[in-house]
């Protein structure tokens, strides 16, 4: 039986590459009975898709940064 942390990772694997037989079973049967993972596992695409969009987005150039940007240590 598969604990949380296992399952999950497997989850996020197996949108890198295919699971094993053994792998798709054993995360079959924990998620049938642990409803965190059954979420987890519905929210893992959305995850993913909001991950990609941020790594395209272009960086910041020195002159979006503006003042409200800044912090003030001596405020605080």
Known sequence: M???HKATRLMSES???PLSQFERLSLASH???CNG???FERQLPIL???AHTFARRPDPTPT???PQDTVDKDSG
């Open 2 to 4: 598969l604990i949380c």
């Open 15 to 17: 949108q890198e590459r």
């Open 31 to 33: 998620t049938v009975m």
């Open 37 to 39: 993972c059954r979420q």
């Open 48 to 50: 993913r898709s909001l």
């Open 64 to 66: 979006d940064v503006g």
